[in-house]
């Protein structure tokens, strides 16, 4: 078996070290000897998605989002209907806040960032700057996920289903009530840390999905030691009280 990882725009979304969620995936494929292969996917280059099992977008300045604008709307339909096709994907901060329509970053006409429009969801500025550590608790994992925040701005995410409930941070929209958004094999979050490492039943949800996908059945993946993982998890819970 192989999955192929798509890292999208590196050259422009490559905050906060959520280029490590690529690695994790390919690490954690190549312990259960999964062949892995990564594709980085460089702003301005034609993207066949087809050959694409798992597609993972960081983080990026605003400015990398106003960049990146052009690129985005000539992959839109193909991004589109990879997400439609049950195509796994892991967008983080700007890369989720691009999901949507538009990311409002102020209030003149030109404070406007287009999105993807692959979800309908949206983003505007908020009033302060949300930084800090995560805990959320999803009926997607039976351990609490735990990452890092830095944001500027609230989405608002309607009748999708979020990732989770925040136990402490502050979430979507600063109100600490829920974070990030699931759609198919989409998950869109706000989580950096990178996200995956510290999370490794978030990681093998995107490969279980993935392999799934490609070869058409339920797949069990090989139980790896993650006992320092969790144990930095529950350190982290412990340390916040939560």
């Known amino acids: ?54 597609l993972v977008w960081g983080g990026g300045s605003d400015k990398g989002q106003a960049l990146a604008v052009n690129y985005l709307e000539q992959i839109q339909p193909d991004f589109k209907a990879y997400v439609e096709d049950g195509g796994v994907v892991l967008a983080v901060c700007g890369a989720y806040q691009l999901l949507g329509k538009y990311y409002k970053i102020g209030e003149g006409s030109k404070d406007l960032i287009k999105g993807l429009s692959i979800l309908d969801i949206y983003t505007e500025r908020c009033e302060e700057r949300m930084v800090g550590n995560v805990v959320l608790e999803s009926s997607l994992f039976q351990t609490p996920v735990v990452g890092f925040e830095n944001h500027a701005g609230c989405t608002i995410i309607g009748d999708y289903t979020p990732l989770g409930k925040v136990l ?13 958004v699931v759609y198919k094999n989409v998950m869109g979050t706000y989580l950096h840390g990178p996200l995956l490492p510290k999370n490794p ?17 339920e797949t069990a993946l090989t139980e790896l030691c993650d006992e320092p993982e969790l144990r930095a998890n529950r350190n982290m819970i412990e340390r916040l009280k939560v």
């Open 1 to 54: 078996m192989k999955l192929t990882i798509g890292h999208l725009y590196p050259d422009l979304f490559n905050l906060y070290g959520d280029s490590g969620n690529v690695q994790c995936l390919k690490k954690r494929l190549t312990w259960r000897g999964i062949e892995a292969e990564v594709l980085p996917l460089w702003a301005g280059e034609q993207i066949h998605f087809e050959t694409l099992d798992i």
């Open 201 to 217: 039943e978030v990681c093998d949800w995107f490969l279980e999905r993935a392999l799934q996908r490609k070869y058409g059945q």
């Open 168 to 180: 402490y941070g502050h979430g979507n929209t600063g109100d600490g009530g829920y974070e990030g």
